[in-house]
Antibody, heavy 125, light 112 residues
Framework: EVQLVESGGGLVQPGGSLRLSCAAS????????MSWVRQAPGKGLEWVAN????????YYVDSVKGRFTISRDNAKNSLYLQMNSLRAEDTAVYYC??????????????????WGQGTLVTVSS | QSVLTQPPSVSGAPGQRVTISCTGS?????????VHWYQQLPGTAPKLLIY???NRPSGVPDRFSGSKSGTSASLAITGLQAEDEADYYC????????????FGGGTKLTVL
């Protein structure tokens, strides 16, 4: 059974830092791209960052570029999100998710097939 | 303002059929990229409901179905049940953005 378990959330002051972790099990972690997706209180879903299987490619939403860093440790089956210079607008539940991408002659798509339970990050003084 | 547009809310009585629309543009759905749907029950994480426009993951009841046409997609739920009350999000890929996934704003389904 695929499981993704996030940890590391909490209350942090504006300008502070936090490191989120996601422990993966039930699948070959090193074979999949992985993402962080967040959801502000009462709001919709927003993709934040993703990372290639070997960590050689990383992508970020514009609003976190230069402040957040995604990384992974395939030996530990773990995904991380280092968040620096946090702002009030970063307050959200952060989910880790497994990426699935495909491209054929007739179809192309990218989706998230498994999600963790989420960890709440609150940025407030 | 979400890249994909969904109605904020829909409602239906038990047993009825409801549909949720998802409207995109020429850089996402209209460009041929597939649409995927997620269900988020109250207080829980999103769960994949439909992938590749119309495919259901194992365990998803066939009461849920998806379709896509032009720059839009739809999620249909037949035989509405109380446990279907949730938020539903569509998602696709957008070639004009750096990320792999753009989401709709979400639709709250209320079972009357």
């Amino acid at each position: 059974e695929v499981q993704l378990v996030e940890s590391g959330g909490g209350l942090v002051q504006p300008g502070g830092s936090l490191r989120l972790s996601c422990a993966a099990s039930g699948f070959t972690f090193s074979s999949y791209w992985m993402s962080w997706v967040r959801q502000a209180p009462g709001k919709g879903l927003e993709w934040v960052a993703n990372i290639k299987q070997d960590g050689s490619e990383k992508y970020y939403v514009d609003s976190v570029k230069g402040r957040f860093t995604i990384s992974r440790d395939n030996a530990k089956n773990s995904l991380y999100l280092q968040m620096n210079s946090l702002r009030a607008e970063d307050t959200a539940v952060y989910y880790c998710a497994r990426d699935r991408a495909y491209s054929t002659v007739t179809q192309a798509g990218y989706y998230f097939d498994y999600w963790g339970q989420g960890t709440l990050v609150t940025v407030s003084s | 303002q979400s890249v994909l547009t969904q109605p904020p809310s829909v409602s239906g009585a038990p047993g009825q059929r409801v549909t949720i629309s998802c409207t995109g543009s020429s850089s996402n759905i209209g460009a041929g990229y597939d649409v995927h749907w997620y269900q988020q029950l109250p207080g829980t994480a999103p769960k994949l409901l439909i992938y590749g426009n119309s495919n259901r993951p194992s365990g998803v009841p066939d009461r849920f179905s998806g379709s896509k046409s032009g720059t839009s997609a739809s999620l249909a739920i037949t035989g509405l049940q109380a446990e279907d009350e949730a938020d539903y999000y569509c998602q696709s890929y957008d070639s004009s953005l750096s990320g792999p996934g753009v989401f709709g704003g979400g639709t709250k389904l209320t079972v009357l």
